[in-house]
């Protein structure tokens, strides 16, 4: 490690030798691995997320694979490695994330048949930039004793008043509820979602705060009877091992899918595209492919209890216990295209 | 031959040269990043300053404003209130009491926030003794403080940042010479207020001036609390409105908030001297004391100690005893072996430039150089993730450079070498601050001394200034050694791949809400803070 401070400190060569020497202390370093079989992974998902999903894939083709994974900010790490980024795959959660790498130019545009059968038309850029892998329901969470069966069945009705102090969310400027918001100005209009905004701010039981999970516990411990929440941190609750506090607030909630007699329940992706610079590009598709192919996604719905983006594969069978619902065919690029108009709502409203 | 002669003797005479050019060299690698962040920050913001100057921006300006104050304040109150007892003072258990306060530092602020919400929400074992004691059923039956709001990111802030006051302080208390005093107490004059703080004075400012820069760039603890801060509203406007612009734009009016700040305090006390000249430098030892004062001196003590350490220590590890922990040791080991090698690394690169900055600048008066060492010092001012970007950006260019030149790999992206880069920008202003307060008390005349006596500038420097700043360096190297430990946004967005520090490990779990899985990770943190923190106080206890 010393020697990468030698590497800051003398940047320039002088002679051959000590470029020899740089060199060799550079790759020390960990700039970018060499050997054909390495994969580069940049990714906005954890890293023990991920290597479940991989470890087949590693073992299949014998590829080792290398993880960066940071929440912000990797995009302008790829814009500042130019042509010389070590990246070959982006992995991310949130369609708008995705639709920002496309739109500065960092994905490589990837049609193959295997890629195009697997993830419906509606979940991938219709430039084949990018492919989404798994669908995450933000669904409603609504407390088993106060809350009646039918009660609440649309997105819409959290901006009711009868619902005063009874509604618990996260900030609204986080990713989630900004894509729940862009879904509403996408089906109503920006004044009507903002209507939207404002009742759901004044039917609030506290100031946003906390995450998803927060909200479930903040409802079993009655501060509030409805929430909203992504529909796999229920059973992440529910299948805690560890922890018998996480299955008590999954056990004081029911989760509802909203607007099923219409337009159908607002859905965000995690993703992936082809690194435009990638050295490995027929390595880093097949990588591509075999996550969006069976295996890779029946551990998705596995591992973390999301929707496959492949229809042909089933949720996990405690997912599937929540039922058949309709998701809103919307296509997921709007969403992205629509974020920042949903952000000045949230500003405006105080969400 | 002649020619050469005397340019040799010209260069040997005035190497001054060598010093500037250095400190030159230092200060445009560290203004780089900031450089690279006002290139974003020209952009065209697309018109979204009137849309947050109509909705939320007064709010975030009045927040930040108030939770700079609020920590100010009591980071004050804790800082210099410790730091005077434990220097003036001698009683039962003072030297253990003497490094116990610095304790808190080791306790990375959004995990003292995490633990501070599982401990007083309300299903947190505080709320539901009290329901089980007094009969109460439901939160409408009391009224408990919500802990996440402003009152407690307050509390938080200022139990973990104040032991950069009291460190800062206290080496300034134990450096006032005795003669000051017979001096106060024969004129009759209220010694604290009249010697102790004014002496002080650029170390407090000093460290107080760390604080709020961490207050102000602090994202970690105002998101856990929901305090609509500054920070947050750059976040906001650079993730959600898909604008790096303006949010580049907000983090820089920040940034020349501080300059002003910094210029101001600058000014005010341009015509004062903390210096003593006479040759007698002997300082004053403790007073000690028994009793009841002795308690209300320990009582007083231990209070931060609890609030930033004990607590959150505490709580941590009761989710170790629960077994909610996730013990995948060799991970462990080998974040713990990255953070203390890379905190190490950063903290003697820190120390060292500091101290070549600031030496050629307060003896070789170079306007220009001066502005820009106080310039390069501001890192602390940006919010992580704004500075890791701006760092990115900036090695990208140099990498461009470097790769122009035949280099075909990057040279710093990716490279451990750029997150010791990161840290020296963000983190020079530790050491600026602790290295000027230690040179502020310095008499000029050893300096003169020196040179009248045939020394040369480097010869002086090299000779005098190891031994006369030891304690400011060491005060600055464990500051900047725990500060590393425990950084976050800027470890996570520039780090090689597969490299894992404690704190990027931490948050992985921590991301998600689920701290109790990497509490032993984030107790590793504190614990690998304590080794450094002992042994370095015990270098700063005798007398220079």
């Known amino acids: 490690m010393v020697f990468c401070i030698s590497g800051i400190l003398h940047p320039v060569r002088i002679g051959m030798r000590s470029f020899v020497i740089a060199g060799g202390l550079i790759a020390a370093c960990g700039s970018a691995p060499v050997m054909s079989q390495e994969l580069n992974i940049y990714s906005h998902r954890q890293a023990f997320l991920l290597n479940p999903l991989l470890a087949d894939f590693k073992k299949q083709t014998g590829t080792k694979i290398n993880i960066v994974f940071a929440s912000k900010g990797l995009i302008q790490r790829l814009i500042a490695e130019g042509p010389r980024s070590p990246a070959d795959i982006i992995l991310t959660v949130d369609i708008a994330r995705l639709q920002q790498y496309a739109e500065k130019g960092l994905f490589a545009k990837v049609s193959t048949p295997r890629l195009n059968k697997n993830i419906p038309a509606h979940l991938r850029d219709p430039k084949g930039l990018w492919f989404g892998l798994s669908k995450r329901i933000r669904v409603v969470a609504v407390s088993k004793s106060r809350v009646k069966p039918g009660e609440v069945s649309r997105i819409e009705d959290l901006a009711d008043p009868k619902w005063k102090g009874r509604i618990c969310t996260r900030k609204g400027s986080h990713v989630y509820n900004r894509a729940l ?15 939207w905004a404002r009742g759901l701010v004044s039917n609030l039981a506290r100031k946003p705060q906390g995450n998803d999970r927060a909200q479930a516990k903040a409802i079993s411990q009655g501060i509030c009877d409805v929430a909203i929440m992504n529909h796999y941190y229920y059973f992440k ?12 607030w999954a056990d004081a909630i029911r989760i509802v899918f909203t607007n099923q007699r219409d337009r159908g329940n607002h859905v965000n992706i995690s993703g992936v595209g082809l690194a435009k610079h990638s050295k490995n590009r027929k390595l880093t598709i097949s990588l591509m492919e075999y996550l969006s192919a069976k295996q890779a996604q029946s551990l998705y719905a596995e591992v973390n209890y999301e929707y496959p983006a492949n229809p042909v594969v089933h949720a996990s069978t405690e997912v599937k216990q929540l039922g058949q619902f309709k998701d809103d065919s919307l296509p997921i690029a709007t969403i992205a295209k629509l974020a920042p108009v949903a952000q000045r709502i949230i500003d405006r409203v105080g969400w | 031959m002649t020619a050469n002669l005397f340019k040799q003797t010209r260069i040997a005479r005035d190497p001054v040269n060598g010093w500037s050019l250095t400190t030159l060299v230092f200060a445009l690698i560290l203004i780089g990043p900031f450089g690279a962040l006002v290139i974003t920050a020209s952009g065209d913001s697309g018109g979204l300053w009137s849309h947050l100057m109509s909705t939320v921006f007064p709010r975030y300006v009045a927040n930040t404003l108030w939770l700079m104050f609020g920590v100010g304040v009591l980071g004050l109150l804790f800082g210099i209130t410790t730091a005077w007892i434990v220097a003036r003072f001698s009683f039962p258990g003072a030297k253990i009491l003497e490094w116990a306060l610095l304790l808190p530092a080791t306790v990375p602020a959004y995990i003292i926030a995490y633990t501070y919400t599982d401990l007083l929400e309300y299903a947190g074992p505080v709320q539901t003794l009290l329901r089980d004691l007094f009969g109460w059923s439901s939160a409408r039956d009391y009224w408990f403080p919500e802990i996440r709001s402003m009152g407690g990111a307050i509390l938080v ?3 973990v940042l104040y032991p950069y006051i009291y460190l800062m302080a206290r080496t300034a208390f134990r450096l006032t010479p005795a003669s000051y005093f017979e001096v106060a107490h024969l004129n009759n004059r209220n010694i604290p207020f009249t010697v102790d703080l004014p002496l002080a004075r650029p ?13 102000l760039s602090d994202f970690g603890t105002v998101e856990f609390f929901a305090v609509e801060t500054l920070t947050l509203g750059i976040f906001n406007v650079w993730l959600g409105m898909n604008n790096l612009t303006a949010a580049a734009q907000i983090a820089g009016m920040a940034f020349i908030f501080v300059l002003a700040l910094v210029v101001i305090e600058r000014i005010a006390r341009r015509r004062q001297r903390f210096n003593d000249t006479a040759g007698r430098a002997t300082t004053k030892s403790a007073t000690p004391v028994t009793g009841a004062k002795a308690a209300l001196c320990i009582l007083l003590c231990l209070l931060p100690i609890v609030l930033g350490f004990v607590i959150p220590a505490s709580v941590l590890l009761s989710f170790v005893l629960k077994g909610l922990a ?7 080991a080998a974040a713990t072996f990255n953070s203390l090698t890379v905190s190490l690394i950063a903290a003697i690169a820190v120390m060292a430039i500091a101290t070549v900055m600031i030496l050629a600048t307060t003896y070789r008066k170079h306007p220009i150089l001066k502005v820009l060492t106080t310039i390069s010092a501001l890192g602390y001012a940006f919010p992580g993730a704004i500075l890791a970007i701006g760092v990115v950006s900036f090695a990208g260019g140099v990498d461009r450079v470097a790769a122009y030149l035949g280099a075909s790999n990057g040279l710093l992206i990716g490279g451990v070498g750029l997150l010791v880069l990161a840290y020296v920008v963000r983190f020079q202003a530790v050491g600026h601050g602790a290295v000027t307060s230690g040179i502020n008390r310095l008499s000029p005349n050893i300096m003169s001394a020196s040179f009248v006596l045939g020394r ?6 090299a000779y005098l200034a190891p031994p006369l700043l030891r304690k400011s360096l060491m005060a600055s190297g464990i500051l900047v050694f725990v500060d590393v430990m425990k950084e976050l946004p800027m470890t996570l967005l520039l780090r090689p791949f597969n490299y894992e520090t404690l704190s990027t490990y931490v948050y992985q779990f921590a991301k998600d809400e689920l701290l109790e899985e990497s509490a032993l990770a984030a107790l590793t943190i504190i614990i690998a803070g304590l080794g450094p923190v002992i042994l370095i106080n015990a270098s700063q206890r005798d007398k220079t």
């Open chain 1, 181 to 195: 918001l862009a879904s509403l100005v996408a089906a109503h209009g920006e004044a009507a979602a903002e209507k």
């Open chain 2, 326 to 332: 996730i013990t995948n040791l060799d991970a462990l």
């Open chain 2, 157 to 159: 802030m200022a139990s």
């Open chain 1, 237 to 248: 609750m529910k299948k805690n091992k560890k922890n018998p506090a996480h299955r008590k």
């Open chain 2, 203 to 215: 170390a407090i400012i000093a460290g107080l001036a760390l604080v709020l820069m961490e207050v």
């Open chain 2, 456 to 461: 040369s500038f480097t010869g002086s420097m």
